[in-house]
């Protein structure tokens, strides 16, 4: 390149007019690339490389820093629109995780605890506040989740359901300890005792026989029979009845080994009609049984094996009583008469 082709360099420039002009390119030129490029511009850098695209040359000196920035240009955000939109969009998504968390474990711990036996299966639950109840099979027992209302909330009482039979050893607590049946109401304060719940002709009816310590028994707080006063059981062996919606009966005693045999692995049932010894043999062991003759041709009878039961034993000596055979079937077993 001759000298008289060769740009006019930088410094070379005496005209104001061109050196306005040249210095509106590059301003221009700035505030572009400030636009594209907010989280790393570099003024240097680019004065530099607008430099070399306008040809200035290596000895083009960049203006002062106070004199580089177009007076128009503004001062520059601390964040992006897209960053800030981006930071705000992951705070929302973590303020509903949290919530949607919350709800789930508070809904989590509203849901009662449910332990459920099979027919010819019996387990032992250890309750929150460190009682004990030992279900025999076909039983349901149901109770909130920590003895609480809320997380370290303390229910008033400690409360469970029961749909079949259990037996229960209360720890001593401030606390009552209830348990509620289809259609009766028992409370605690510390004390041992069984209770036996079913559904007799299409009514419920609750027996509670106590072991040791003391018990109140009443009907249902839904039943037509609220007004009754609560029964108090304090005597071993006492026990008592509530027959649908009535109030409860008077207090009997029974003998203990009728209410604790099946916790042994035995069999026991007190002056029961033949079709209830049915009924519990099912639940004993797990295998349906068929009563062929109607119930008014058989009589209420005692049962007791200490332990050890078996079926088929049972069997006989019903069968042996009331003048009645017994043959199995693909289902299970049936009674007939003896003569079929």
């Known amino acids: 390149m001759n000298a008289s082709s060769r740009p006019p360099d930088f410094d070379d420039l005496t005209d104001d007019t061109e050196q306005a ?19 790393s511009y570099d003024v240097d850098r680019e004065w530099d490389q607008l430099a070399d695209r306008l040809d200035l040359g290596a000895d083009a000196a960049a203006p002062p820093a106070q004199e580089r920035r177009a007076p128009d240009r503004g001062s520059r955000p601390g964040a992006s629109p897209t960053a800030r939109h981006r930071r705000w969009t992951q705070a929302l998504t973590g303020a509903i995780l949290l919530l949607l968390v919350v709800g789930a474990g508070a809904w989590w711990w509203s849901q009662p605890v449910s332990v459920r036996t099979a027919a010819g299966e019996q387990t032992v639950v250890t309750l929150p506040d460190g009682s004990t109840a030992e279900l025999n099979g076909a039983t349901t027992l149901s109770y909130p989740r920590g003895f609480s209302t809320l997380p370290g909330i303390e229910a008033s009482a400690r409360r469970v359901t029961l749909d ?20 009766a109401h028992v409370e605690v304060v510390g004390t041992k005792f ?91 062991f797990g295998v349906p049984l068929k009563l062929t003759v109607p119930v008014g041709e058989t009589e209420p009878m005692s049962l007791h094996y200490a332990e050890d039961a078996q079926l088929e034993a049972v069997l006989r000596d019903i069968c042996f009583t009331q003048n009645l055979s017994f043959r199995r079937t693909s289902q299970g077993y049936e009674l007939v008469r003896a003569s079929d």
């Open 21 to 39: 002009r040249i210095f509106d390119q590059i301003w221009a030129l700035l505030r572009r690339s400030d636009e594209d490029e907010k989280p």
């Open 164 to 183: 079949g039979e259990a037996f229960f050893s209360v720890t001593t607590r401030d606390r009552p300890f209830h348990v509620e049946t289809a259609n």
């Open 194 to 284: 069984n209770v036996q719940t079913r559904t007799a002709d299409g009514a419920p009816e609750t027996q509670v026989v106590v072991a040791s310590g003391r018990v109140r028994v009443a009907a249902s707080p839904d039943s037509s029979a609220t007004r009754a006063d609560p029964v108090l059981l304090e005597t071993p062996g006492q026990s008592i009845r509530v027959r649908g919606t009535t109030a409860p009966t008077v207090p009997e005693t029974v003998e203990l080994k009728y209410v604790e045999a099946w916790r042994q692995g035995g069999f026991a049932v007190f002056d029961a009609p033949l079709s209830t010894i049915l009924r519990e043999l099912e639940r004993r």
